[in-house]
């Protein structure tokens, strides 16, 4: 049995160090490589590029995600386990 609150809270580191990851990367970029990554980073509804609040705000949005679907994850992995009693029989 996975535990919901601590694998939402992995995905959450996850995609917090990957998000910063990509930020840092997407400053390093120019050109067209550069508009690209500027431009997915605008599909998160309030992003802005280069706005420290808007910056701020895709880390919560993105925590948010992260903990819903590792919450989800889990329960999904949780509720499709056969639980068996000693003699093999299944209890579920």
Do not use: R
């Not at 802005?48 to 919560?60: I, Q, R, Y």
Request: charged letters at 10%; glycine letters at 10%; one cysteine or more.
């Amino acid at each position: 049995m996975l535990s919901k609150a601590k694998y939402s809270l992995l995905c959450l580191l996850g995609i917090e160090v990957l998000y910063a990851l990509c930020i840092a990367y997407g400053s390093l970029l120019s050109g067209k490589a550069q508009e690209l990554h500027h431009s997915l980073f605008e599909l998160l509804p309030g992003f802005a590029w280069g706005n420290l609040v808007s910056f701020v705000w895709g880390a919560v949005l993105l925590g948010i995600f992260a903990v819903v679907a590792g919450w989800y994850i889990a329960w999904m992995h949780n509720t499709s386990l056969i639980i068996e009693d000693k003699t093999g029989k299944a209890l579920k």
